[in-house]
């Protein structure tokens, strides 16, 4: 199993997300930034350095808000989710992503999202009390 951690980096009600490059594996799915822990990094070591690495973007690593396993083929990968708050600064995307989007956790398109992400976006929007703009998840957070 894989070790990933993940941020979900909340800026008022926006959340960033990011687009696998299209050439890597799961490419072309958002996802939240971050990746795979190294050995001997604690997981929010590992976040605070993906950060760094994959968009130039140093920011602190918050609460987690939760687990999700997915198998993807034979691969499998236990994604660690962190909140963060946003702090502003540039982002500069340096080769894992083509594209950055900030948008109301309500209207992601669930279909474009990386599959492991759906359960920690749900714990995002259970614990903002928030509704969702377009009906694709509820309250309770069940796709619909
Ligand atoms: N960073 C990140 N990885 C995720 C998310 N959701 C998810 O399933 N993953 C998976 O977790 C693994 C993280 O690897 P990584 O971000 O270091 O990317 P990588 O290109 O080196 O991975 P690779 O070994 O699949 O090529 C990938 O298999 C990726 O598809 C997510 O929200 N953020």
Known sequence: MLEVACALIVDGDKLLLCRRHPNGSQGGLWEFPGGKCEPGETLPQALARELKEELCLDLEIGHHLGTSEHHYGNKGVRLHGYHC????????LTGSHDRYLWVEPGD?????????????????????????????????????
């Open 108 to 144: 992601i398109e669930l279909q474009t999202l990386a599959p492991a992400d759906l359960p920690l976006l749900r714990a995002l929007i259970r614990q903002q009390g928030s509704l969702p703009n377009n009906g694709a998840i509820d309250r309770a957070g069940h796709s619909t």
């Open 85 to 92: 708050r946003w702090h502003p600064q540039a982002i500069t």
